[in-house]
């Protein structure tokens, strides 16, 4: 008997009620999904993802006062996200330079639903994994910074933020502590990602810790 799995806590996010209810119907059939939260307003979204532990927002992009972009800018190290749109090129923008697992056309089918859930439970599934292992390379971290650095060709200012984000700092938290508008950290972290060839925190983790593998 396999052991049970932990449910994923989700929200959805959609201007559209009709939209939100088919979606959230849907998400109510498929049992690892545990639904906090089913709202039209992105500001109470946005609440909610203060406050709460989320593990994935199933997310509209275009809304008002808030856009899909502006939740994703604010918690795209720390939620995933997958982009729910009437628009082909926003899907494709979001997916690519933003790293969410997926994006779902209007109207979203029960299989493409079902594709992007398998691809979450797999990101959770390396996500916790990083989550709970010693980092083997702990011992000699600073070498293993340093060759990072030399092999990716980072400037300074990229090694020092490569370490505060592999230690878990959110973009906010990186910028207060060195002294740097959010936004250029945001900047050095795009660069980071575009050498290394990752496309997430935990990308970038992982590429690091297996330089000592």
């Known amino acids: 008997m396999q052991p049970s799995r932990q449910k994923i806590k989700c929200v959805i996010v959609d201007d559209t009620p009709i939209q939100l209810e088919i979606l959230t119907e849907d998400l109510q059939k498929i049992p690892q999904i545990e639904i906090l939260l089913a709202t039209t307003d992105p500001v109470e979204a946005y609440s909610f993802l203060m406050d709460n532990q989320v593990d994935v927002a199933f997310l509209d992009i275009h809304m008002p006062v808030l856009t899909g972009m502006d939740i994703i800018e604010q918690f795209g190290n720390t939620i995933n996200f997958i982009v729910i749109t009437a628009y082909d090129d926003y899907g494709l923008k979001t997916h690519k330079y933003h790293g969410s697992i997926d994006f779902l056309l209007k109207p979203v089918s029960m299989d493409s639903l079902l594709n992007a859930v398998t691809k979450l439970s797999k990101r959770l599934e390396e996500q ?86």
């Open 128 to 213: 916790n994994a990083l989550k709970n292992a010693t980092r083997p390379w702990d011992h000699k971290l600073e070498e293993t910074y340093k060759n990072f650095r030399s092999l990716y060709s980072l400037t300074d200012r990229e090694e020092q933020i490569t370490k505060l984000l592999t230690d878990g700092l959110s973009n906010k938290q990186i910028a207060d502590k060195i002294f740097l508008a959010e936004s250029t950290v945001a900047k050095h972290i795009q660069n980071i990602y575009k050498k290394s060839s990752v496309k997430s925190k935990f990308e970038l983790i992982h590429k690091i810790s297996q330089l000592n593998s």
